[in-house]
């Protein structure tokens, strides 16, 4: 009863993406939006709140699909209590030309795979970054996150010699490792108490082609059209990634760099410019200067 029967719609590079975007949503119709990075982070939140409880709205971020992340994904959200992280960490270091909307989505990337590895509610959030003057534009974040029972650790880089796309779970007694750019063994298994190379454990997991990784988004998105818990998860994973880099913002003018704050308006305040209080569900955030 009430499922939008109409297709779903793929919006590609368009001028006005925003506009139409919303208004597709406003609509009632599920969304994939694949070339998001033009959008800020308050304009996803805008999106966001523009759906309907079972309306799919995703963005487009193939790195979540690899089958690295679903597998440790699958066991950090297990009742294994030995998986339980305490802490992510999680590195981008790209070859792209560094951009500002760029490097935004990069970082908003990363935010979804640690959040979404961690899945609890952030608590502080703490960012720092570097200027390259010959640009005028940040090219390098490091931003670290305190949840509940864990932590996460993130770096995004751009115009990097040497491309690095890399994330760690450290557990109670054990850590995985992932490798996203090694095309045969992207995933290592370690106990603490025994880092020798040979008592590591490596999972056989060839990396997939890009088509194959649009693939299994395109089909995430369709199997969230019918299902109400995962067009929730979805919406609210990229919420909590909107609320966070709005607190990066923050954080990072707190600090002189010429980083745009804009003023969100409904769940989220700046405060005196350094802190960022919301009503649930939208995560509580203080930026510490």
Same mark, same amino acid.
């Given at each position: 009863?009430?499922?939008?029967?109409?297709p779903p719609?793929?919006? +590609?590079?368009?001028?006005?993406?925003?506009?139409?975007?919303?208004?597709?949503?406003?609509? +009632?119709?599920?969304?994939?939006?694949?070339?998001?990075?033009?959008?800020?982070?308050?304009?996803?939140?805008?999106?966001?709140?523009?759906?309907?409880?079972?309306?799919?709205?995703?963005?487009?971020?193939?790195?979540? !699909?690899h089958p690295? !992340? $679903?597998?440790?994904?699958?066991?950090?959200?297990?009742?294994?209590?030995?998986?339980?992280?305490? !802490?992510?960490?999680?590195?981008?270091?790209?070859?792209?030309?560094?951009?500002?909307?760029?490097?935004?989505?990069?970082?908003?990337?990363?935010?979804?795979?640690?959040?979404?590895?961690?899945?609890?509610?952030?608590?502080?959030?703490?960012?720092?970054?570097?200027?390259?003057?010959?640009?005028?534009?940040?090219?390098?974040?490091?931003?670290?996150?305190?949840?509940?029972?864990?932590?996460?650790?993130?770096?995004?880089?751009?115009?990097?010699?040497?491309? $690095?796309?890399?994330?760690?779970?450290?557990?109670?007694? $054990?850590?995985?490792?992932?490798?996203?750019?090694?095309?045969?063994?992207?995933?290592?298994?370690?106990?603490?108490?025994?880092?020798?190379?040979?008592?590591?454990?490596?999972?056989l997991c060839?990396?997939?082609?890009?088509?194959?990784?649009?693939?299994?988004?395109?089909?995430?998105?369709?199997?969230?059209?019918?299902?109400?818990?995962?067009?929730?998860?979805?919406?609210?994973?990229?919420?909590?990634?909107?609320?966070?880099?709005?607190?990066?913002?923050?954080?990072?003018?707190?600090?002189?760099?010429?980083?745009?704050?804009?003023?969100?308006?409904?769940?989220?305040?700046?405060?005196?410019?350094?802190?960022?209080?919301?009503?649930?569900?939208?995560?509580?955030?203080?930026?510490?200067?």
């Amino acid at each position: 009863p009430g499922a939008d029967r109409r297709p779903p719609v793929i919006l +590609g590079e368009m001028p006005h993406l925003f506009t139409e975007a919303l208004q597709l949503v406003e609509a +009632g119709r599920h969304v994939l939006v694949a070339a998001p990075q033009p959008f800020s982070a308050q304009q996803i939140a805008t999106l966001l709140a523009a759906r309907q409880p079972r309306q799919a709205v995703f963005l487009w971020s193939e790195r979540r !699909y690899h089958p690295a !992340y $679903r597998l440790l994904t699958g066991l950090a959200a297990s009742d294994e209590a030995a998986w339980r992280p305490r !802490y992510v960490r999680q590195t981008y270091l790209g070859r792209e030309r560094p951009s500002g909307s760029l490097l935004r989505w990069r970082t908003m990337e990363s935010l979804a795979v640690v959040l979404g590895l961690c899945a609890d509610e952030p608590q502080r959030l703490r960012a720092a970054a570097s200027e390259n003057p010959s640009r005028g534009a940040i090219d390098y974040v490091s931003i670290s996150i305190e949840f509940t029972d864990s932590k996460g650790f993130l770096e995004v880089g751009l115009g990097e010699a040497i491309g $690095r796309q890399e994330a760690t779970i450290a557990a109670h007694d $054990r850590r995985a490792c992932i490798d996203e750019l090694n095309p045969s063994v992207p995933i290592r298994i370690a106990d603490d108490d025994d880092f020798t190379p040979r008592a590591a454990r490596s999972v056989l997991c060839p990396a997939p082609s890009a088509r194959e990784l649009a693939r299994l988004q395109c089909l995430a998105f369709l199997e969230a059209t019918a299902s109400l818990a995962r067009s929730q998860a979805e919406a609210a994973l990229w919420l909590k990634a909107s609320a966070c880099w709005q607190a990066i913002e923050a954080s990072l003018a707190a600090r002189g760099l010429p980083v745009e704050v804009v003023e969100p308006t409904g769940a989220l305040r700046v405060l005196k410019g350094r802190g960022l209080t919301a009503p649930a569900p939208m995560p509580q955030l203080r930026v510490v200067g």
